[in-house]
Structures are given as C-alpha cells and as structure tokens.
Antibody, heavy 122, light 109 residues
Framework: EVQLVESGGGLVQPGRSLRLSCTAS????????MTWVRQAPGKGLEWVGF??????????EYAASVKGRFTTSRDDSKSIAYLQMNSLKTEDTAVYYC?????????????WGQGTLVTVSS | QTVVTQEPSLTVSPGGTVTLTCASS?????????ANWFQQKPGQAPRALIY???NKHSWTPARFSGSLLGGKAALTLSGVQPEDEAEYYC?????????FGGGTRLTVL
C-alpha cells in the first residue's frame, strides 16, 4: 500500500527555518518525482515545488513565492523527500502536503500525504 | 507570473451537468499545459481526478471528464451526484512551474 507521511511541522518564528520530511512507502520511491503543495488556512491550494527523480536529473522547480528560500531534496535510500524552508514569513503559514509525481508522466499526484501544519508567528 | 482563473462558485442540480473551466493569463490553454484537476472536501487532502487534460485516474468516476474548451481547460460532470459537492482545483504547467487555480466551490442543490 502506497503511503506518504509528512512530518516536521510546527510553530516557528518569522525569519527562522524548518525542515519538513515526506516519508514514502509501498513503492519504488526513486522512480518518482515528488511535489510539495501547501494550503493556507481557509484558502486554496498553492503549488510549492517539485524534485524530479534521479533518472531525470533530480532537478527542482519552485514557485516564485518561495524561490530562494525553500529547497526540496531527496534521499532515495531512505525514501524521504525534504522541504527545507528558510527565512520563513507569516504568509508561509499553511498545511504542507507532499504528493507523488508531477505534471509529466503517468498518473501524477495519485497519492497524497495527510499534510503537516506549519505556523509562522512570533 | 502566470495567473490561473476558475469560476469561484457554481451550483448544479442533482443529475444535472456542469462544466468548470480553467484559464491561463498567458493565453489559450493547450495540451502542453498538462492540465490536472483535483477534488477537495473539507478536512481532506486533495484527490486527483484528471491528468494531462483528459486522462482519468483509475478511481475517477465515469461522470467526470476533462477537455479543452474555448482556449481553457474544462472539467465536465455529467449526472452530478450529491457527493460531488466539493472544491475543485485545476493545476497548469507553465514555463517550468505549475500554478493552481483559485478553486471552484461546487454546490449540488
């Protein structure tokens, strides 16, 4: 059974850093790109970024709102994707989801984690 | 930065048909935008319905279909069921990045 479990969320002060993890199981993690999506309280979905599989270079893309502050990486040996969030702002407060795949390929975004809440506040 | 626009809200009667659209500020949406559609109900993670404009996931009910319509991506629900009441989001690929629309709240009444 495919599972994605996010962790690492919590309360953090503006300007500080936080690292989220997305732990995968039930599939060959290294074969898939991984995408991060967030949702501010009561708001819509916002695409954050993705990391391609090593087969496609493991390259990354980010939304303009987080570019230069957020970095996604992966450890295929542990089946974990990471989202390193630096210089956090209050507007980064959201539930952060990881999802399997990206725009290209078969059945993208077919599995999602339950989300982890990040609250940026002083 | 690309802005993706959806109808904020739509209402449909049970058994009826409704079309949700997804427009890009960069121009006409084509197959190269790899439009995806998602359904989200309160308190739940999004669920993927359609990918690459018109392809269904294995769990997508037959009453959902995706297409290109008048320069926009479209999601059509035919024979709407009460359980289809939800928020629907489109996601477009544009120049390396991806952008969600603001979502359409579909009410079944």
């Amino acid at each position: 059974e495919v599972q994605l479990v996010e962790s690492g969320g919590g309360l953090v002060q503006p300007g500080r850093s936080l690292r989220l993890s997305c732990t995968a199981s039930g599939f060959t993690f290294g074969d898939y790109a991984m995408t991060w999506v967030r949702q501010a309280p009561g708001k819509g979905l916002e695409w954050v970024g993705f990391i391609r599989s090593k087969t496609y270079g493991g390259t990354t893309e980010y939304a303009a709102s987080v570019k230069g502050r957020f970095t996604t990486s992966r450890d295929d040996s542990k089946s974990i994707a990471y989202l390193q969030m630096n210089s956090l702002k209050t507007e980064d407060t959201a539930v952060y989801y990881c999802t399997r795949g990206y725009y290209y390929g078969n059945t993208p975004f077919d599995y999602w984690g339950q989300g982890t809440l990040v609250t940026v506040s002083s | 930065q690309t802005v993706v626009t959806q109808e904020p809200s739509l209402t449909v009667s049970p058994g009826g048909t409704v079309t949700l659209t997804c427009a890009s500020s960069t121009g006409a949406v084509t197959s190269g935008y790899y439009a995806n559609w998602f359904q989200q109900k309160p308190g739940q993670a999004p669920r993927a319905l359609i990918y690459s404009t018109s392809n269904k996931h294995s769990w997508t009910p037959a009453r959902f279909s995706g297409s290109l319509l008048g320069g926009k991506a479209a999601l059509t629900l035919s024979g709407v069921q009460p359980e289809d009441e939800a928020e629907y989001y489109c996601l477009l690929y544009s120049g390396g990045a991806q952008v969600f629309g603001g979502g359409t709240r579909l009410t079944v009444l």
